[in-house]
């Protein structure tokens, strides 16, 4: 079974910066495609970035291009989202996923921002206020 585990949400004045984290305990996710999602209250969960498993395609969310940056450090198993400029609209639950896509040909260039997601994390709290 694969755990993801996300941390580094937090509490951050608008402007700020967080990096968040998304790890595998006990074993590799350099064949995985990761995506980072966002849900907020009352809202339906948004696909936020994702990154392939090679590291050589990313997407992101039109409301974040810019501001945000998807890596991965295989040797770490931990795929990071870093989150400048946070606004107060970015404030949600953020979950990352993964879904199995060897590193080489077609499928390590694979990542989507939509739910096409098989593992899922159990979420961290990122709230912009002043």
């Known amino acids: 079974q694969l755990q993801l585990v996300e941390s580094g949400g937090g509490m951050v004045q608008p402007g700020g910066s967080l990096r968040l984290s998304c790890a595998r305990s006990g074993s590799t996710l350099d064949s995985y495609a990761i995506g980072w999602f966002r849900q907020a209250p009352g809202k339906e969960r948004e696909g936020v970035s994702c990154?392939?498993?090679?590291?050589?395609?990313?997407k992101y969310a039109d409301s974040v291009k810019g501001r945000f940056t998807i890596s991965r450090d295989n040797a770490k198993n931990t795929v990071y989202l870093q989150m400048n400029s946070l606004k107060p609209e970015d404030t949600a639950v953020y979950y990352c996923?993964?879904?199995?896509?060897?590193?080489?040909?077609?499928?390590?260039?694979?990542?989507?921002?939509?739910?096409?997601?098989?593992?899922w994390g159990q979420g961290t709290q990122v709230t912009v206020s002043s």
């Open positions: 996923a993964a879904v199995w896509k060897p590193r080489y040909g077609v499928a390590g260039s694979w990542c989507a921002t939509t739910n096409e997601y098989d593992h």
């Open positions: 990154i392939s498993s090679s590291g050589v395609s990313t």
